[in-house]
């Protein structure tokens, strides 16, 4: 902070009153405001030098070819430290909030949309032309290593965090497919990477653009769907329509444009871009269990289904497997706003269950004091549903005395959560094997629940790979 200090005198010419950390949406550079009676900057200190030089030198092209962008005010000498000019608050993103929320886009908000997309094709273009790709960070282009970063991306940190079992080679055959497809056009366009309302200030008036150090040398449409495919953005089909009839009037002052082949290839990278942003969702949300990145997911799910529906003789595998997330129960869009119960049993070998609603709250219950059956022959391929293990449970161990006390815990919880009208508890029932003692607490647990207090409960048995619903009274 102290270099950003100093920095800020060699521009202004006096220290700064006031220095305020800024929020950075989950960058890894840290920014802060830096204010005095002289003026206001943006601080910005990195972590990586290369990443910053690519920030300053695609910014510096931007406003080299007219297209408005923070202008770089100073660079510290090892170049980790820089200030930019202060463009505000407000985003596209914050000021089409109450739009979002009611769900009708007006005119003014069309307007806005609809000329930041015309002038996403000068920047392609612009851009393009002036910037030496070497610069970019982390890599120059788009390429077959940086497609397949973000399939990994989406099956590593989504489809196997939310615990389906995948054809490897099937799901390879398609990634293969798709990427083909990305790769088959490429013009010497700059590709902007992280085009979104979220990017682009309202400032003066008008769009100003930042967040491009990730821009490489890429095809015109990955920016194209990155922008009208934004799931938190909420546009209706028709605001999306609109936006693209923009960006093809723009496109048109650099190339010919046929419609149905642009239609073509756009829909395929609308498809990676939100397979790419289920990985982010996937590891933001559902491994770091933030809320934020949790209930987008849903929407998103219905986005992918229903481009994948021209694709599926493209794509059999992903459209088969993306089908079986989106009936997930987690997944499934609900009109009920009581409480929901999550009972869960699990094997300790296997680790506790993730909490994916984002609330955190709840019980495990460790089972594994409790006899076990598992140890005798007769009962190791049966489970805790079976009624030779629910006799011998019930008569040969203390059971009943162990879930009377998680009764009168759970009790209190689901009692006050529905006064308060919280929506979600996950209670998690595990033993050795995650078979026996697990299953059969799990299930008492979730019809002592469900008897008392009529709300809806998912059980799932993660071992025996069985889940159903009770739903709410």
């Known amino acids: 902070m102290n270099i950003l200090s100093e920095l800020y005198y060699k521009a202004i010419g006096v220290q700064p009153k006031s220095v305020v950390k800024l929020s950075g949406d989950g960058s890894n550079r840290t920014y802060y405001r830096l204010l005095s009676d002289k003026g206001s900057l943006i601080g910005v200190s990195g972590v990586s030098t290369d990443e910053n030089n690519a920030f300053i030198t695609i910014a510096n092209v931007f406003n080299e070819c007219g297209i408005d962008a923070p202008k770089v005010i100073e660079i510290s000498s090892d170049g980790m430290h820089y200030l930019i000019e202060d463009l505000g608050d407000e985003t596209l993103f914050t000021l089409l909030k109450e739009s979002r929320e009611c769900g009708v886009f007006n005119d003014k908000d069309c307007e806005m949309l609809c000329q930041t997309m015309a002038l996403l094709a000068d920047i392609q273009f612009k851009v393009g032309e002036k910037l030496n790709f070497d610069i970019c960070y982390p890599v120059a282009n788009f390429d077959r290593v940086s497609v397949f970063w973000d399939l990994n991306y989406f099956k590593y940190c989504f489809l196997k965090g939310v615990g389906i079992e995948i054809d490897e080679p099937a799901l390879e055959s398609d990634f293969e497919t798709l990427c083909n497809f990305l790769l088959e056009e490429n013009d010497n366009t700059f590709l902007y990477r992280d085009f979104q309302s979220r990017n682009v200030m309202w400032h003066n008036n008008k769009p100003y653009f930042i967040d491009f150090q990730g821009g490489r040398r890429g095809p015109i449409y990955y ?9 938190r953005a909420k546009y209706s089909n028709e605001v999306c329509e609109k936006m693209i009839n923009a960006y093809i009037c723009s496109l048109r002052k650099y190339k010919e444009v046929n419609i149905d082949d642009f239609y073509k290839k756009l829909n395929i990278f609308r498809i990676f871009r939100l397979l790419q942003t289920l990985g982010t ?3 933001r949300g559902l491994f770091e269990r933030k809320k934020a990145f949790i209930d987008p997911i849903p929407a998103t799910l219905n986005q992918i289904d229903e481009l994948l529906n021209g694709y599926k003789d493209v794509l059999p595998y992903i459209s088969k497997v993306m089908a079986e ?3 997930l129960p987690r997944f499934k869009k609900s009109d009920y706003k009581g409480l929901t119960v999550d009972v869960m049993s699990f094997s300790y070998h296997r680790g506790i269950p993730d909490d ?6 709840g019980f495990v219950f460790d089972c594994r004091a409790i006899h076990n059956p598992g140890r005798y022959e007769q009962y190791k391929k049966l489970n805790g549903t079976d009624a030779p293990v629910i006799e011998f449970l019930e008569q040969e161990s203390n059971i009943c005395e162990f879930l009377d006390s998680a009764y009168s815990m759970v009790d209190n919880m689901v ?3 529905m006064k308060r009208g919280f929506t979600h508890i996950q209670i998690c029932c595990g033993c050795t094997g995650g078979q026996h003692r697990s299953v059969y607490s799990a299930e008492h647990i979730a019809k002592h629940i469900a008897d008392k207090f009529g709300v809806r409960i998912n059980v799932k048995h993660i071992m025996l790979n069985r889940s159903y619903t009770i739903p709410e009274r």
């Open 281 to 283: 969702y996937g590891y």
């Open 415 to 417: 009692d006050t959560y």
């Open 223 to 231: 920016d194209v769907a990155s922008f009208v495919g934004q799931t």
């Open 325 to 327: 997330v989106k009936v």
């Open 356 to 361: 994916y609603s984002g609330n955190g709250g």
